[in-house]
């Protein structure tokens, strides 16, 4: 696949230079004879090479497993395909076990005969791809170079093309978006026939493990969600309190009182910590911070559990700083100078021009992206299920153990899951209402910049 791909990028560029060379030819040198530039043409001829190709490429390839596979079953013996879907479906895996060679023990002879016939079918198709991606590139090539002349109108052609390609990838990206919204939706219509809505959304008991067989103890769960909301919302509540203000300040003090020297360094340094892997900061939760809570507690007479909400939220509170910081310091140096300059130029101090002039006319762009932070801080996962725990307990008390909305979405379905239980069809619910409030939490930042970003542009 990536060897294709290259032969079509390096086609694509010799086409591009034969077509701007084609364009100098068909204009006798002088470029003001053409209706579009040189450039235009020649990534006219490019696209053509390269586009149909890639196209034919991607659907070949997102087709030939299901080709071959089909092929191969319907070579069969009549006796495997009587015996059912499911014998030839186990069938088919130990052929394309044989073909990939991590079978273990002796295949009988039908299944390496049909192993043998699949390689071919894989070998054809190969060759096939190659030489259609050899061909086709040339073939389209040459089609677009005769449409080379002085009138002919390159860049709108270039311009149509790209904008084709914009609107699809739009497309994808929406249609994306409707599909994972539709079917958490109708995953959690199935679960709330099982389960009220009002029992979900107000019950205060969290125990989804039900019973295989009626006959079995606590055949019936418990699926009321407000403790792992109320957990949710402290975790949140502690990162955002450790998250905001020293986001916040450092904001501040970079773009206000930091010298360029320092700023060019300090800021880069800041952000590294959004580019740590959430694992790391769930071991360092877990081992280093988790412990000194603990510790600390016990020589104040506390009693802190091994795992907290207080811990697992000074860790998030950590990993969101440079999302706040870096927000606002774009907000920040988005104030015009000419702010500035007229709050010293009555009088005013630095730091009274930053309270009374830089900070109001900053604040919707930092409450925005509190917000966001906000909706990075509830859908965080891994920090929490190694530094606060599983424990689905109902408390307002940051020292002892809690879970949230996340961990328990993965928690339902880790493992083999059956999709016709409440307890895994619970999952689907809880991120149903996880994506409500996010994309609530989402509207109201972007309504907040954009309707009080005017007022000081």
């Known amino acids: 696949m990536l060897s294709l791909v290259l032969v079509l990028l ?7 230079y034969v077509g701007r060379r084609r364009a100098f030819s068909a204009a006798g040198g002088q470029i003001r004879q053409l209706h579009s530039l040189p450039g235009y043409n020649g990534l006219y001829v ?3 090479c390269g586009l149909p190709a890639l196209l034919v490429l991607l659907a070949w390839l997102s087709l030939e497993g299901a080709i071959i596979d089909n092929l191969v079953v319907a070579a069969l013996p009549r006796d495997i395909i009587e015996q059912g879907a499911e014998r030839v479906t186990l069938v ?6 044989v073909v990939s060679g991590t079978i273990y023990g002796e295949p009988d002879a039908t299944v390496l005969a049909a192993a043998e ?4 079918l894989k070998s054809i198709s190969h060759g096939a791809l190659i030489g259609l991606t050899l061909v086709l590139p040339l073939a389209a090539g040459a089609y677009a170079l005769r449409k080379i002349n002085p009138r002919f109108e390159a860049r ?6 790209i904008t084709g390609l914009l609107l699809t990838s739009s497309t994808i990206a929406v249609l994306t978006t409707v599909g994972i919204v539709l079917s958490v939706l109708f995953e959690s219509l199935r679960f709330f026939q099982s389960v009220p809505i009002t029992e979900f959304l107000f019950g205060l008991e969290w125990s989804p493990q039900t019973a295989i067989r009626e006959d079995q103890v606590g055949s019936s769960g418990a699926f009321g969600a407000v403790p792992l909301f109320a957990g949710t919302m402290l975790i949140a509540l502690i990162a955002m309190l450790v998250a905001v203000p020293i986001g916040l300040m450092s904001a501040i003090y970079l773009s206000e009182y930091a010298n360029v020297r320092f700023r060019a360094v300090a800021k880069p340094l800041l952000e590294i910590l959004a580019g740590v892997p959430t694992v790391v900061y769930g071991f360092f939760a877990a081992l280093t911070v988790a412990p000194f809570i603990r510790d600390a507690g016990g020589l104040l007479g506390l009693d802190v559990a091994s795992e907290s909400a207080l811990a697992a939220g000074l860790v998030m509170g950590i990993m969101i700083i440079p999302f706040v910081s870096s927000l606002s310091d774009d907000v920040i140096n988005a104030v015009p100078q000419a702010m500035r300059d007229g709050s010293y130029g009555i009088g005013a101090t630095r730091s009274e021009t930053i309270k009374r002039v830089i900070i109001p006319a900053a604040l919707p762009g930092i409450v925005g992206g509190i917000l966001l932070a906000v909706s990075r801080a509830i859908g965080e996962t891994m920090i929490v299920v190694m530094a606060a725990g599983l424990a689905a307990n109902l408390t307002a008390n940051p020292l002892e153990a809690v879970t949230t909305v996340t961990v328990q979405i993965v928690t339902l379905l880790v493992g083999d899951q059956e999709f016709d239980s409440p307890k895994t069809l619970a999952a689907f619910a809880l991120g149903l209402v996880l994506f409500v409030v996010t994309l609530f939490l989402n509207v109201i930042a972007l309504y907040i910049v954009r309707k009080y970003r005017e007022q000081y542009e």
């Open 10 to 16: 390096l086609f694509s560029s010799i086409a591009y």
């Open 92 to 97: 088919l895996n130990e052929i394309q076990n």
């Open 156 to 161: 709108n052609a270039v311009e149509g093309v």
């Open 46 to 48: 490019a696209l053509w």
């Open 117 to 120: 016939h699949y390689r071919q």
